[in-house]
């Protein structure tokens, strides 16, 4: 009888003769990748369970999975030599070190939601691999320290569905649509409803664990305050890999109310949207209003702009109605426009969900629509007028289906400097602006809606943030610069990173240097080191066969 080791050898040798396609002598890419896994992690796990190879028919299902941006899934979107599914932290940590030894590229997902899909789609090298963390998503909570343990491949939903089991009034302040994944939503920011109360998910971590470039895991005693500090909003996949977020829990009412009221250009939509400009920002900041702007009606109706105004108070109708009619009276919001409910059910109705939906939908964990799409963001610091808004009515109604978000500032987010994080969008931003414009063929021409969008953004430089015009990280824009193959200077990276980061690119670039001198962790728009080593494959091509390409 076979003993347990010599048991699973056999069964690695049986997966790794399973992955040989080639005639050639020499191992392929993943054959390599597994016998380094076997060597450098738990001998014991089955990592042909885990390695999805672009045979494997399974692949396209995993590849698939949490991509939000149907556009970099096209058959001419490059792909992933495989992706790796690890199911514990020794496996990252192996991951990382096999690929340092392998000379492999990776990209590292948690929840796919990236813009420009850098998580699993590289542009600027090849053979390159996913790191996929969906089997990371460990949520424990701890409501006696007002604390939580969440792993980065949870969904934001899966946090709040886990707080709210264990207390209604208790909550966290983050996104707002419920599949983002916890691991890269944080490392950008992590905006959402709470925020001008409590800032950003970002500002209410307390610690963290990452693998780094060496393969080790620190913590935030380990990591130095340096390090910590770039984590928080310095954006994903430059630094190491996330595996979990420490937060600091916040108390929420036990009754919030949500109101979404709609105004189109006939209901005096422009004078109405140029009063917001004078409001939301200032307003208090129990209160959260957003607004969401897209052409409706049709060719038989005739189309307009639509403007909805959609919210969340922490507190019940009554004092929410107290507030409007002293400080936004114009909306016209009555007791017949509130629903007050949990807060764990604003989190439903603000992502979208339906009024009768249970709060177990977001343990799904997936996203709740795809599309192909492009985005963009801008700041904003002084009020667009009345003007400006009809030239940017007349943009809105040449596309199809283009959609604007603006997310208000002010409160709490005016409290924090500019450097106490890398996100520096603080103290005199009135509010964001997220461009979308979608589509649903995949046949249609993506140039058109993508030459529109820019066209829009072109027109809306006058009433954006100037010196730099600011962008936001976790709506990854590559019109605005990328990487290079072999390394960016700083000067290069700079026209991207200073939109990003303002000032704080500088740290961020120094902190890579020390952390990550090699730059393992790259993509398009990662945070370059000052020097980049220079990369030498370590690996002899086959003679008669090219295995590693």
Known sequence: MLSSTSLRFSVLLLFLSSLSHSSCSGPSLQESFAQCLSLKSDKSFPFFASIYAQYNSSFSTVLNSSAQNLRYLLPSAPKPKFIFTPTSESHVQAAVICSKKLNIHIRVRSGGHDYEGMSYVSEIEKPFIVIDLAKLRGVMVDIQDNTAWVQAGATIGELYYRISEKSSVHGFPAGLCSSLGVGGHITGGAYGSMMRKYGLGADNVVDAKIVDANGRILDRKAMGGDLFWAIRGGGGGSFGILLWWKIKLVPVPQTVTVFTVTKTLEEGATSLLYRWQQVAPFIDQDLFIRVLIQPSGNKTT?????????????????????????????????????????????????????????????LQGKPPFKNYFKAKSDFVRDRIPKSGLEGLWKKLLEEENPLMIWNPYGGMMS??????????????????????TLWENKYEDATKHINWMRGLYDYMATYASKSPREAYVNYRDLDLGMNKKNGTRYEEASAWGKRYFKGNFERLVKIKSKVDPENVFRHEQSIPPLAVSKRTKKHKKCKKCNNLE
Not at 415 to 436: C, M
């Open 415 to 436: 409290k924090f400097a500019e450097s106490d994080s890398p996100f520096p969008h603080r103290n005199g931003t009135l509010y964001k602006i997220q461009y979308v």
């Open 302 to 362: 005739g189309r307009t702009i639509s403007t909805s105004y959609n919210a969340l108070f922490l507190g019940d109708s009554k004092r929410l109605l107290q507030v409007m009619s002293k400080s936004f009276p114009e909306l016209g919001i009555t007791i017949k426009d509130c629903l007050e409910t949990s807060w764990i059910k604003s989190v439903l109705y603000i992502a979208g969900f339906p009024n009768d939906a249970a709060p177990e939908v977001l």
